[in-house]
């Protein structure tokens, strides 16, 4: 069993930065890829960007280049550096585990795991 608790959410600015935790429990956190998602309003869940066990990364394209995700196996927790927000970037963020990956006809398609957090809110607005 592995529980997931986000913290790092709320409101800031366009342009600001928000970093989220994302604090797991259970010792075989390290041996997991994790993965944040965001709900908007009326939209589906989207993965925003991924870790593996071993720090492979990968990001949607909305936030390459403003979004980093790491991790710290010694504590046990992913974090999500968020910089130059933007308003299409309000959602609620879910940390979720564990995130995989498969390759089919030249696409890579992520699919979630069955474990997630309770999930943070990010607001970005002037």
């Known amino acids: 069993q592995v529980q997931l608790v986000e913290s790092g959410g709320g409101l800031v600015q366009p342009g600001g930065s928000l970093r989220l935790s994302c604090a797991a429990s259970?010792?075989?956190?390290?041996?997991?890829?994790m993965g944040w998602y965001r709900q908007a309003p009326g939209k589906q869940r989207e993965l925003v960007a991924r870790?593996?066990?071993?720090?492979?990364?990968n990001y949607a394209d909305s936030v390459k280049g403003r979004f980093t995700i790491s991790r710290d196996n010694a504590k046990n927790t992913v974090y999500l550096q968020m910089n130059s927000l933007k308003p299409e970037d309000t959602a609620v963020y879910y940390c979720n585990a564990p995130t995989s990956r498969t390759y089919t006809s030249g696409t890579y398609y992520y699919t979630p795991g069955g474990y997630w957090g309770q999930g943070t809110q990010v607001t970005v607005s002037a």
């Open positions: 259970g010792s075989i956190f390290r041996s997991y890829a």
């Open positions: 870790i593996t066990s071993a720090g492979t990364t």
